[in-house]
């Protein structure tokens, strides 16, 4: 008799164990180097750039993490889902039908993922109107340079709807040339 497993409460509690090593590593960085900036040790930056190589890797580590399991849920391998992303900005549709199938499976999650930043529009404005009073803080405060940046900042969030309204577009167009390709293919 053959036993089914169900593999997925190992795979959660791997991935909980392995975000709680990188907790613990930014945790340790993040510690070593305020006090290292605390207390002087800018003269020996040895462990402050211990401390940011720690954090680099962890986030890397990270990233590469998050692509595979990104690339095998959508079916290809990782180092194809970057292109395969860019072929969907362009609208270029691929010929094989098992990428075609890959790309109408990663338009889903994008739109998923997109659609979710798209709900919350108005953080987008209340981050913006943070951010301008902020600057006008720091302008009488006389810092001019971080009012500077704050008003960037709250440039950036004001930006925020108008990119997702024009990703959403583009994924549009992007499932629209595959829908008319499978139709051609069929």
Do not use: C
Not at 160 to 169: D, E, F, G, K, V
Request: net charge positive; proline share 5%.
């Amino acid at each position: 008799m053959t036993e089914t497993r169900n593999e997925e409460p190992e795979r959660r509690d791997r991935t909980m164990a392995v975000a709680a090593l990188y907790l613990l590593a930014l945790g340790t960085a993040g510690g070593a180097i305020g006090v290292g900036v605390s207390s002087d040790l800018v003269d020996h930056p040895v462990p402050l750039v211990a401390a940011l190589l720690v954090i680099v890797g962890a986030v890397v580590a990270l990233v590469v993490r998050i692509n595979r399991s990104a690339a095998r849920k959508v079916g290809v391998p990782a180092k194809r889902l970057r292109p395969l992303a860019r072929r969907i900005q362009r609208a270029d549709i691929p010929s094989d039908p098992q990428e075609r199938a890959a790309m109408g499976r990663l338009i889903t999650r994008q739109r998923q993922s997109t659609e979710r930043l798209a709900r919350y529009r108005w953080f987008y404005r209340a981050a913006a109107t943070l951010f301008i009073m902020s600057a006008v803080f720091q302008f009488l405060d006389g810092s001019p340079l971080s009012a500077l940046v704050a008003l960037a900042a709250a440039a950036l969030q004001l930006a925020q709807p108008h990119t997702t309204r024009r990703s959403l577009r583009r994924l549009d167009r992007a499932s629209e040339a595959l829908a008319r390709r499978e139709q051609a293919a069929s």
